[in-house]
């Protein structure tokens, strides 16, 4: 069975598209490929359809309503749209594929085909949905401490300050479940939308997977290989600070390539842009 990928991009061109397209396509990716955007610049659209990726202009909110942003994140609204275009194919043409997979575009970069380390994993019994750790406790990471404690309060908080970041960026799943799963993401960020709370999509997914969803969730340690979070673990302005708080080993950097400790090529690095010397290797790959 072959996956489906699809992510959702905000008035995006060539230049943010291209090393997330060109790398995916290196990878050896079979499965079928699809961009939501909320509006484009000139050129891409032909652009991807050479590289055999759809891309659908999409300009409705949930009420029905034109998409504003702002003060709609895209972080947030994106995971209505891809419960909305995996529930327009219907679960019978969906159940065709195998895995989901839903990652951010402008900061991603894939270094080996993402379905292999899935259908690879799954041989160990994974689970519905794959929340990938950053490596750190929530409370050790003050991005994603400020918005869990905002969103939801201070007593879930308390619940969930121990446990490890969650990533929302780098996400996939069984192709039904995880269906449900946007939609339940949404409308989590949506409660928060409506009443003006700060949150991130994120910290919705970090309470789902470890409460409700926690024998469906498989929460993926960093160092297995799946995505590097760059942004906590190689980024050069705060890892001198995170490092005596990581709870994984820490990435590798040799000749361009990122690599868990154990030598293993990661999939996914995420938040590349961040760290100067894979900036510069990944522009020259891809140029």
Known sequence: MKDLMVCVIYNYGWDEVKNWALSLVASGFKGRTVLLAYSVKPGLVEKLK??????????F???????????LKVIDIRHFHIWYFLDELGNEELSKYDYVIST?????????NPSEWLHNRTTLGIGNIIAPS???QLQ??????????DGFGPIVYEKFKTV????????????????????ILFSLAERNLRFNMDCIDQTSLTVLAYT??????VIVDHDE???????????PQKVDAFRPHFISPEPVVKDGLVYTSKGKLFSIVHQYDRVPELSKAVRERYT
């Open 50 to 59: 050479e590289l055999g990726i759809e891309c659908y202009l999409v300009d």
């Open 61 to 71: 909110h949930s009420r029905g309503e034109k998409v504003s942003i702002p003060p």
């Open 104 to 112: 951010d575009v402008r900061d991603v970069i894939f270094q080996s």
């Open 134 to 136: 950053e490596g750190i």
């Open 140 to 149: 050790h990471e003050p991005w994603n401490a400020k918005f869990m404690y």
């Open 164 to 183: 490890p970041v969650i990533n929302c960026g780098t996400i996939a799943g069984r192709s039904v479940y995880f269906k449900d799963f946007e939609l």
């Open 212 to 217: 409700v969803a926690k024998h469906d969730a």
């Open 225 to 235: 290989g799946w995505a590097c979070q760059c942004g906590v673990m190689l980024d």
